[in-house]
């Protein structure tokens, strides 16, 4: 079955670095990747959708990137903010079916 | 108003009643989904609904059922709730096509 991982892990960093966070999937091979922000005890919010044509994204500090040979994910936030602090999902679907299989989420906290 | 309209927020209900999870939204979106979240974990799809007459059962669909009232509705059900089943629930919808999904704010249930 498909499986979609990323760190459980949460990531710590300082103010005006760069944060990156890696999603890794296994025995799929998705159309798009999308990511999303997650704020506790709220619904998740879409950042960004990469195709499996594009090898990159970008969308002011967010940049995605998607490397279906190595069937990974990569999102960095540029000059991090504490208010970029929240969970951060990855989430694949396929041409076949529009069912959206989620990672179960990265926290990123950014300290001022 | 929210695009996607979750209620109850809140439910604590008991063993064994039967409760329902209502879910609106005004995207004009053909497709709606159902999932939960538990600590820890992602988002697991419990139901989805491509159209009015289209339901299909996610990966965790026992121990639930759904009502696609109308384009705009989508209903879950829990016949005979247990324990198990505390927990985060969202609905979410999305257009045809390979596009993102936008979710509502939650209900948080929890079954005593």
């Known amino acids: 079955s498909q499986k979609i991982e990323q760190n459980s892990e949460a990531l710590n960093i300082q103010e005006g670095k760069t944060a990156t966070l890696t999603c890794n999937y296994t025995?799929?091979?998705?159309?798009?990747l999308q990511w999303y922000r997650q704020d506790p005890g709220r619904g998740p919010v879409f950042l960004l959708l990469?195709?499996?044509?594009?090898k990159e994204k970008r969308k002011e500090r967010l940049k995605v990137t998607f490397d279906t040979t190595l069937k990974q994910s990569l999102f960095h936030i540029t000059a991090s903010q504490p208010a970029d602090s929240a969970t951060y999902l990855c989430a694949l679907d396929g041409y076949n079916f529009n069912k959206f299989y989620f990672g179960s989420g990265t926290k990123l906290n950014v300290k001022p | 108003d929210a695009d996607v309209t979750q209620t109850p927020r809140n439910r604590i209900t008991k063993t064994g009643k039967r409760i329902m999870l209502e879910c609106s939204q005004t995207?004009?979106?053909?497709?709606m989904y159902w999932y939960r979240q538990d600590p820890g974990l992602g988002l697991q799809l419990i139901y989805y609904s491509f159209d009015v007459k289209d339901i299909n059962k996610g990966e965790i669909s026992d121990g639930y059922s759904v009502s696609r009232q109308a384009q705009a509705k989508f209903s879950l059900s829990l016949e005979s709730a247990i324990p198990n089943q505390t927990a985060l629930y969202f609905c979410a919808t999305s257009d045809s096509g390979l596009t993102e999904a936008f979710f509502g704010q939650g209900t948080r249930l929890t079954v005593v």
């Open positions: 990469i195709r499996e044509n594009e």
């Open positions: 995207k004009g979106h053909d497709r």
């Open positions: 025995n799929y091979s998705p159309a798009y």
